[in-house]
């Protein structure tokens, strides 16, 4: 199996619905297989269907957004110094904002 027909599995398995805010394909914003566990981690599940995940866009950009935050804080036995409070905007994007 190569990544196109990795791909293709999971966006047909989840019928091309995101599987976080359940947008579908029809919406304007692009579909992405995620992988759950990272590739660089887990590179003997590269294309292991258990392994991924149909999203959005806008969904897959939060996810790595909240890897990026925490990995630096994770890799230094840290706790995570911030609150985020997370919303739904009008369009269904997930947002996310600093708490006070």
Known sequence: MNYREWRESILARDNYICQKCFNEKKSSRPLHAHHIKSREEF???????????TLCSSCHASVHFWIRMKLPYAQQGEEFPFRFQKNIDANNHLI?????
């Open 43 to 53: 590179p003997e599940l590269i294309f292991d269907l258990n392994n991924g995940k």
């Open 96 to 100: 996310f904002s600093q708490e006070n």
